[in-house]
């Protein structure tokens, strides 16, 4: 069980998406080794206005603008497979 971020509740791994600062590649989702952050599969949370800011302070990092086109995309594949079981 992994908290997220956004609601502060704990979710099994599967309804959550991992984002982790690589200590080598950077920011990468689902894996890479280093500092993680998790965000829940709820709408309320991948839509939060504040979620890029609470990643980044999660992640003691600062995002390139790049990251944000990626993470738009990433929110995409959370639209197409949602969250089970709540
Ligand atoms: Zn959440």
């Known amino acids: 069980m ?13 309804n959550l ?6 200590h080598k590649q950077g920011i990468m989702f689902h894996k890479g080794m280093g500092r993680s ?4 599969k709820s709408k ?4 939060d206005s504040k979620i890029k800011k609470k990643l980044q ?3 003691k990092t600062v995002f390139d603008p790049d990251f944000f086109d990626i993470y738009e ?3 995409q594949t959370i639209i197409n497979y949602p969250i089970k079981g709540i």
């Open 2 to 14: 992994r908290l997220c971020i956004s609601c502060r509740k704990t979710y099994d791994r599967e």
């Open 17 to 22: 998406l991992k984002i982790t600062k690589d």
């Open 37 to 40: 952050a998790y965000i829940c």
């Open 44 to 47: 309320n949370c991948y839509t």
């Open 57 to 59: 302070k999660a992640l």
């Open 73 to 75: 995309k990433e929110m």
